[in-house]
């Protein structure tokens, strides 16, 4: 098991080195004046001059990239053109069109992220997980071509169209709740709870399709396999066949699979955010993108294709221990 998380954790970071290289390449090197482009549309030439001299845009490319990690790994120095700012590692940018640290933005945005992927997480798991158990348990029946007819039409609408339609029929035409407004958890956890209601029901309906799919398979392959059919040779009754012997080999997929979608969200739901107006980093993206404030925007996707690098060594983990076979590959 030591090897394997040492494998995978070499091959993460030569994955992030890779990302890093290219997210520089594509802002920064691409055509365009990324100190513009840093400074805001407002800057004045001279400004403009002084965030390329922070930056080191007039050094050659693979020293501009140096500089770049060198910022991230050990921090760096920013004007604010009355003051200079030291900002700490993991130093991430510094956005000059709100004189804010990256990093500190994220960190702000991060809060209201994990409110929405690890709510998601718990109603993808039980419609999903519940509804490819029923389904692969009553296959062939009336009950199975429902689910199936619901996990494709999951999987086909999009999550803004889904949370759209949401909106309508429970806050417009039901009127069961008023339509959501965000509210941090610190500050009032009830209002919180009720506002995140249809966020965390858009998302995790729309994810719990593919996990009702993966279970059905998984369960269904389970089942054929040859010591199932003996425990049922032997007497012994249905409910402990599934429950303990048939999930067992049915869950490690739905935890690799989990574990991926969790730092998926967690590196930003932007349209989920978006439709909901959550201040998370998915939205945060977006209103970086609209005034074009190029720090946020590279901090921003540095900080989600972290997370899906991360999330996959650990559903690959996560996969190894549930499935012990696969550290012996």
Same mark, same amino acid.
């Given at each position: 098991?030591?090897?394997?998380?040492?494998?995978?954790?070499?091959?993460?970071?030569?994955?992030?080195?890779?990302? =890093?290289?290219?997210?520089?390449?594509?802002? #920064?090197?691409?055509?365009?004046?990324?100190?513009?482009?840093?400074?805001?549309?407002?800057?004045?030439?001279?400004?403009?001059?002084? @965030?390329?001299?922070?930056?080191?845009?007039?050094?050659?490319?693979?020293?501009?990239?140096?500089?770049?990690?060198?910022?991230?790994?050990? &921090?760096?120095? #920013?004007?604010?053109?009355?003051?200079?700012?030291?900002?700490?590692?993991?130093? /991430? &940018?510094?956005? #000059?069109?709100?004189?804010?640290? @990256?990093?500190?933005?994220?960190?702000?945005? /991060?809060?209201?992220?994990?409110?929405?992927? $690890?709510g998601a997480m718990v109603v993808w798991l039980v419609i999903g997980v519940g509804t490819g158990l029923l389904s692969a348990l009553r296959r062939g029946g009336i009950t199975e071509?429902?689910?199936?007819?619901?996990?494709?039409?999951? %999987?086909?609408?999009? !999550?803004?169209?889904?949370?759209?339609?949401?909106?309508?029929?429970?806050?417009?035409?039901?009127?069961?709740?008023?339509?959501?407004?965000?509210?941090?958890?610190?500050?009032?956890?009830?209002?919180?709870?009720?506002?995140?209601?249809?966020?965390? $029901?858009?998302?995790?309906? $729309?994810?719990?399709?593919?996990?009702?799919?993966?279970?059905? =398979? =998984?369960?269904?392959?389970?089942?054929?396999?040859?010591?199932?059919?003996?425990f049922r040779a032997y007497g012994v009754g249905e409910r402990t066949v599934v429950g303990k012997h048939a999930l067992r080999g049915a869950v490690p997929p739905v935890i690799a699979?989990?574990?991926?979608? !969790?730092?998926?969200? /967690? &590196?930003?739901?932007?349209? %989920?955010?978006?439709?909901?107006?959550?201040?998370?980093?998915?939205?945060?993206?977006?209103?970086?993108?609209?005034?074009?404030?190029?720090?946020?925007?590279v901090g921003v996707v540095l900080v989600i294709g972290t997370a899906v690098v991360l999330a996959n060594v650990l559903a690959d983990l996560l996969y190894a221990v549930a499935d012990?076979?696969?550290?012996?590959?």
């Amino acid at each position: 098991m030591t090897r394997y998380l040492l494998r995978r954790l070499g091959g993460a970071l030569l994955v992030l080195l890779v990302l =890093s290289v290219v997210i520089y390449a594509l802002f #920064y090197v691409a055509p365009g004046d990324p100190a513009r482009l840093a400074c805001g549309e407002r800057c004045s030439p001279q400004q403009v001059a002084q @965030v390329r001299e922070q930056l080191k845009l007039t050094d050659p490319v693979w020293l501009q990239y140096a500089h770049f990690i060198q910022g991230i790994v050990a &921090g760096r120095d #920013y004007s604010t053109g009355t003051a200079m700012l030291h900002c700490d590692a993991p130093c /991430l &940018g510094f956005s #000059y069109q709100t004189d804010q640290q @990256v990093t500190q933005l994220i960190i702000q945005r /991060l809060p209201a992220t994990a409110s929405l992927a $690890f709510g998601a997480m718990v109603v993808w798991l039980v419609i999903g997980v519940g509804t490819g158990l029923l389904s692969a348990l009553r296959r062939g029946g009336i009950t199975e071509r429902v689910l199936t007819l619901f996990t494709l039409a999951g %999987t086909s609408t999009p !999550v803004f169209i889904l949370g759209l339609l949401i909106l309508m029929v429970v806050c417009a035409y039901l009127q069961w709740l008023p339509f959501p407004s965000y509210v941090p958890l610190t500050e009032d956890p009830e209002q919180w709870a009720w506002n995140m209601l249809l966020p965390w $029901f858009t998302l995790g309906l $729309f994810e719990s399709a593919k996990y009702a799919r993966l279970t059905r =398979s =998984s369960t269904l392959e389970t089942l054929a396999e040859d010591h199932i059919r003996t425990f049922r040779a032997y007497g012994v009754g249905e409910r402990t066949v599934v429950g303990k012997h048939a999930l067992r080999g049915a869950v490690p997929p739905v935890i690799a699979l989990n574990a991926l979608d !969790v730092g998926t969200v /967690l &590196g930003g739901a932007v349209l %989920t955010e978006s439709l909901f107006n959550i201040p998370g980093i998915g939205k945060t993206l977006i209103d970086a993108v609209k005034v074009i404030d190029l720090p946020v925007v590279v901090g921003v996707v540095l900080v989600i294709g972290t997370a899906v690098v991360l999330a996959n060594v650990l559903a690959d983990l996560l996969y190894a221990v549930a499935d012990r076979r696969v550290v012996l590959q």
